[in-house]
């Protein structure tokens, strides 16, 4: 079974608008961590946003938030005010407990697209 | 300065050819990875190593083998290269923290196989 999933291949935004990455999760560990990245068309991978299974608060960063549900096992990215830099794959990716000594698995990704 | 670097950063071979792909870190950390993302497959792990006497298989190591030569330093390599091992292939490191320990990726290196 696959442990993150993003069912949005592609998504197309206004510029200026909100847009909401799905991302669910599984995992059996209490203790893990989600993360999502962005990967422009350079393809380098950079660090948007990390939510702990135990935080409280849904984690922001700058135009970035993260939707976390955790009974439904969600972790959705909220872009406010896309920006046409904002054009990208965006990847979720979970690392489980076992005192941090896992890999990230990382989801197949959504493209998302900035029209202006 | 980048603080995980790859090389070559693409290469281009053919099949059979054996092929090494190096990545060296400058952030101290242990941890360090090898990931191949494919369009629409998202980035599968394929080896890791915790510390320079621990290796790893991932979910896709067939084909691939690598080295810890240092602590710094981690090579990723196709015994006999096939086309369908063309991809983007990252190194990535990580510290010890626990969950809330990220990924710092290096650049990738594009990999076409003929």
Redesign the interface.
Known sequence: AQK?T?TQ?GMFVQEKEAVTLDCTYDTSDQ???L?W?KQPSS???I?LI?Q??YDEQNATEGRYSLNFQKARKSANLVISASQLGDSAMY?C?M???G???T???????TRLSVIA | DADVTQTPRNRITKTGKRIMLECSQTKGHDRMYWYRQDPGLGLRLIYYSFDVKDINKGEISDGYSVSRQAQAKFSLSLESAIPNQTALYFCATSDSIGVTSRHFFGPGTRLTVL
């Open positions: 993150i993003q291949p203790s893990y961590g993360f990245y393809g380098e991978m660090f990390y702990g299974s990847f990716a690392r489980e407990g005192g941090g000594n890999p990230l698995v990382f989801g197949k990704g």
